[in-house]
């Protein structure tokens, strides 16, 4: 069965630090990945997917099919980043399966 | 555009007491989707649809049914509330993938918060 995992829970870090967030898979095929953020009193949305290659918010990600990943990292974290964040595994049918989620938490 | 619509926001049921949730996309999206998010779980699918008339389930389906009579709606009905049913439910919408290349952005509703007593 398709599996995501993003390890950590909660991560904490100071306004101008690097962040990393984790997420690793288990798929078959090919795998489409994305993350997905829900900000405080927001819907969730989507952040970035893989195919595109892009930069959103100052964050990336890139997928490593040897390593099973697709963290999510941004150079320089800000207060605005404070957010809960899923990495998302597209399935056949456009169904997508969910990490736990981990919320960011950027401290002044 | 208002997107995805849900209602209610906020509900307290009594075990065993039934309820609809409501879903509404003015996108004209074909496929739409219920999860549930449970602190620490992430989100779980529970039904899904592809388009008016077309239901499938997902992961979690047990204790709820669906029905897709238009493209826009796509209510969740509970029939048999029950305490593990605690959730906060959210609804979504997509267009299908094109051309091979993907093109599914999932488009959430603001959620339902669900208590059951």
């Known amino acids: 069965a398709q599996r995501v995992t993003q390890p950590e829970k909660l991560l904490s870090v100071f306004k101008g630090a690097p962040v990393e967030l984790k997420c690793n898979y288990s798929?078959?095929?090919?795998?489409?990945l994305f993350w997905y953020v829900q900000y405080s009193r927001q819907r969730l949305q989507l952040l970035l997917r893989h195919i595109s290659r892009e930069s959103i918010k100052g964050f990336t990600a890139d997928l490593n099919k040897g390593e099973t990943s697709f963290h999510l990292k941004k150079p320089f974290a800000q207060e605005e980043d404070s957010a809960m964040y899923y990495c998302a595994l597209r399935e056949y049918g456009n169904k997508l399966v969910f990490g736990a989620g981990t919320i960011l938490r950027v401290k002044s | 555009n208002a997107g995805v619509t849900q209602t209610p926001k906020f509900r307290i049921l009594k075990i065993g007491q039934s309820m609809t949730l409501q879903c509404t996309q003015d996108?004209?999206?074909?496929?739409m989707y219920w999860y549930r998010q449970d602190p620490g779980m992430g989100l779980k699918l529970i039904y899904y649809s592809v388009g008016a008339g077309i239901t499938d389930k997902g992961e979690v389906p047990n204790g709820y049914n669906v029905s897709r009579s238009t493209t826009e709606d796509f209510p969740l009905r509970l029939e048999l509330a029950a305490p593990s049913q605690t959730s906060v439910y959210f609804c979504?919408?997509?267009?299908?993938?094109?051309?091979?290349?993907?093109?599914?952005?999932?488009?959430f509703g603001p959620g339902t918060r669900l208590t059951v007593l």
């Open positions: 996108m004209n999206h074909n496929y």
């Open positions: 798929y078959s095929g090919s795998p489409e």
């Open positions: 979504a919408s997509s267009y299908p993938v094109v051309g091979g290349e993907s093109t599914d952005t999932q488009y």
